[in-house]
């Protein structure tokens, strides 16, 4: 929560058969992320792409993955 006060952005590919459940809830597209303590992150800095959706062609991975960033 506190890194969601800060001007950062972490991406995270995820490569193989996993399940990336927990990735995709972390990606916060659903709304802001809160806490145990009920603090709401005050943006969105987890952006989550899976690889074998967008792995045959590096330009898509690429658009991809610059689309998730915000701006």
Same mark, same amino acid.
């Given at each position: 929560?506190? /890194?969601?006060? =800060?001007?950062? @952005?972490?991406? +995270?590919?995820? &490569?193989?058969?996993?399940?990336?459940?927990?990735?995709?809830? =972390?990606?916060?597209?659903?709304?802001?992320? &809160?806490? @145990?303590?009920?603090?709401? /992150?005050?943006?969105?800095?987890?952006?989550?792409? *899976?690889? @074998?959706?967008?792995?045959?062609? #590096? /330009? !898509? =991975? !690429?658009? #991809? +993955?610059? *689309? *998730? &960033?915000?701006?």
């Amino acid at each position: 929560m506190e /890194a969601s006060e =800060l001007p950062i @952005s972490i991406i +995270i590919v995820g &490569v193989g058969n996993e399940d990336f459940k927990e990735m995709e809830i =972390l990606d916060g597209d659903g709304g802001f992320l &809160v806490n @145990s303590n009920g603090i709401e /992150a005050k943006r969105d800095i987890v952006q989550f792409v *899976e690889y @074998s959706k967008v792995c045959n062609d #590096s /330009a !898509t =991975l !690429t658009l #991809s +993955i610059l *689309e *998730e &960033v915000p701006y």
